[in-house]
């Protein structure tokens, strides 16, 4: 089993920055590609970052220039560092790892372990 652990949600004001943390633990394997999404109220669940099997990072068009999807190897860590923050950002937000490293990055169904959540909270 894997499990996924996420951290660094909270409320911030628009324009702000937060950065949320992914430990993973259990049968992790260094080849399982990570990825974030997430859920606002009433909404489906949204891609946000990954790697892709080549191993750079793919993001949604709503987070690009703002997000990045970045990992500690040696901590099996993945963090996601937001900066200027919009309402539109609120949700709760959800690492995951999927074994298939060659299948879609952005498709949530190729994901096989999902942390719990952590939620984001931006006021304007």
């Known amino acids: 089993q894997v499990q996924l652990v996420e951290s660094g949600g909270g409320s911030v004001q628009a324009g702000g920055s937060l950065r949320l943390s992914c430990a993973a633990s259990?049968?992790?394997?260094?080849?399982?590609?990570m990825g974030w999404f997430r859920q606002a109220p009433g909404k489906e669940r949204e891609f946000v970052a990954a790697f892709s099997w080549r191993g750079n990072a793919v993001y949604a068009n709503s987070v690009k220039g703002r997000f990045t999807i970045s990992r500690d190897n040696a901590k099996n860590t993945v963090y996601l560092q937001m900066e200027s923050l919009k309402s539109e950002d609120t949700a709760v937000y959800y690492c995951?790892?999927?074994?298939?490293?060659?299948?879609?990055?952005?498709?949530?169904?190729?994901?096989?372990?999902w942390g719990q959540g952590t939620q984001v909270t931006v006021s304007s």
């Open positions: 995951a790892a999927r074994s298939d490293y060659y299948s879609s990055a952005a498709d949530a169904n190729n994901y096989d372990y």
């Open positions: 259990g049968r992790i394997r260094s080849s399982y590609a």
